[in-house]
């Protein structure tokens, strides 16, 4: 059977990582204005991310809004938004399936084999919704450095990665792993012999080698 101490791992892991997920999802750096050229030194930084744009001033005063319209957004930043909402919704799922299934746990009796066999199931599911946040912050970050050495792009309007997209990332990559884990507690079949021992066939009663003349 599955080693609970891998099970309670990958389980702490997935409950991390999908914290990492909300916080970097809510978070506004996702991507933060590029110091570059005549933009070394400005007295405003700007920041976006998935719900709004916040602008720091070096005053050290936070101005933020929120997007007014869903359809006037860009149409691979709608993406992102699902991808990561689904991926949130479809890891807790997945973290109560496998909490349900862990050795450690009373939930659904006795029966260790049926017990694993949730517990893989819960880890199949974490590991879905950590494949969506990967592709969805991946997918950001591609759209990110394709602006960003767009010569037709002013310079003043280019931006890198922010803090945000990085947590994101880390809480996916966090998903995954415990998924993984929990994933692999699924325990294999003991192998029954197909064919009957050699002894067996043999178990008639001994022929007699001698003659009679």
Not at 22 to 48: C, E, F, H, R
Not at 127 to 152: D, K, M, T
Request: glycine share 12%; charged share 10%.
């Amino acid at each position: 059977m599955a080693n609970s101490g891998i099970q309670l791992l990958g389980f702490f892991m997935s409950l991390v990582g999908i914290s990492g997920l909300i916080i970097g999802t809510i978070l506004p750096q996702w991507k933060m204005s590029a110091y570059i050229g005549d933009n070394i030194i400005t007295a405003v930084a700007m920041y976006q991310g998935l719900w709004m744009s916040c602008a720091f001033q070096s005053t050290g005063q936070l101005q933020c809004k929120i997007y007014d319209s869903i359809l006037q957004l860009d149409s691979s930043l709608q993406a992102t938004r699902a991808l990561m909402i689904v991926g949130i919704i479809v890891s807790i799922a997945g973290l109560g399936v496998a909490c349900m299934g862990m050795k450690c746990t009373t939930c659904g009796g006795n029966n260790k084999l049926r017990k694993s066999r949730v517990a893989m199931t819960g880890g199949i599911i974490l590991l879905v919704g950590g494949l969506c946040a990967i592709v969805a912050c991946s997918w950001f970050a591609h759209n990110v450095i394709r602006a960003f050495y767009n010569p037709y792009t002013p310079v003043n309007t280019k931006f890198e990665f922010g803090a945000a997209i990085f947590i994101a990332w880390g809480g996916s990559l966090l998903d995954v792993l415990g998924g993984a884990m929990l994933a692999a507690s699924c325990p294999r079949k003991k192998q029954v012999a197909k064919y009957p021992s050699m002894g067996g066939s043999r178990s008639g009663p001994p022929s007699s080698t001698k003659e009679y003349v």
